[in-house]
T-cell receptor
Framework: SQQGEEDPQALSIQEGENATMNCSYK?????LQWYRQNSGRGLVHLILIRSNEREKHSGRLRVTLDTSKKSSSLLITASRAADTASYFC????????????FGTGTRLTVIP | DTAVSQTPKYLVTQMGNDKSIKCEQN?????MYWYKQDSKKFLKIMFSYNNKELIINETVPNRFSPKSPDKAHLNLHINSLELGDSAVYFCASSQANRGGYGYTFGSGTRLTVV
């Protein structure tokens, strides 16, 4: 299965702290993406990192990718209450459709 | 607004019925997808489709079928609904031929089979 796994399953931090979520996957990938899902809503694309990249930044987000270990991490710096959501990593396969296979998600709670 | 829109947002129906969920994207994307999210928030790809190829996840029962009248629409038909089909179904689109771009998701359809 190409499904990834996130760690931890749940994370609770104080506002202003950094949050780190990890993702492991099993197969060769074309790219890895991170998504946010607020309760009762659809998923929102946050950031994409390609298999030949090691690190990428977007605002308060930093993503790393280690293809030798088949793992990725998402760091959210200076967290805000509005960051409370579930975060999913997803790996893109190498077909023309770029099918995404999602991990199990990390539920992040940022306490004001 | 540019978006992926799916209807209905909520669908409650009895076992054995046939139902459809509609999805439209006005982003000009070349590929559309259907995902199922279960009660544990686990997301599973069901189908991906562009004007050249339909890829079906082999674990999806053949009671589920995608129908694409044009490249902006990918509807999901479900026959003989079962209790286990209760879930949230998400439609998404992307510009896959550019080698991996983020998906844009619809807001989901919560299907409840009673």
């Amino acid at each position: 299965s190409q499904q990834g796994e996130e760690d931890p399953q749940a994370l609770s931090i104080q506002e202003g702290e950094n949050a780190t979520m990890n993702c492991s996957y099993k197969t060769s990938i074309n790219n890895l993406q991170w998504y946010r899902q607020n309760s009762g809503r659809g998923l929102v694309h946050l950031i994409l990192i390609r298999s030949n990249e090691r690190e990428k930044h977007s605002g308060r987000l930093r993503v790393t990718l280690d293809t030798s270990k088949k793992s990725s991490s998402l760091l959210i710096t200076a967290s805000r209450a509005a960051d409370t959501a579930s975060y999913f990593c997803a790996t893109g396969d190498q077909t023309g459709a770029n099918n995404l296979f999602f991990g199990t998600g990390t539920r992040l709670t940022v306490i004001p | 607004d540019t978006a992926v829109s799916q209807t209905p947002k909520y669908l409650v129906t009895q076992m054995g019925n046939d139902k459809s969920i509609k999805c439209e994207q006005n982003l000009g994307h070349d590929t559309m997808y259907w995902y199922k999210q279960d009660s544990k928030k686990f997301l599973k790809i069901m189908f991906s489709y562009n004007n050249k190829e339909l890829i079906i996840n082999e674990t999806v029962p053949n009671r589920f079928s995608p129908k694409s009248p044009d490249k902006a629409h990918l509807n999901l038909h479900i026959n003989s609904l079962e209790l286990g089909d209760s879930a949230v179904y998400f439609c998404a689109s992307s510009q896959a031929n550019r080698g991996g771009y983020g998906y844009t998701f619809g807001s989901g359809t919560r299907l409840t089979v009673v």
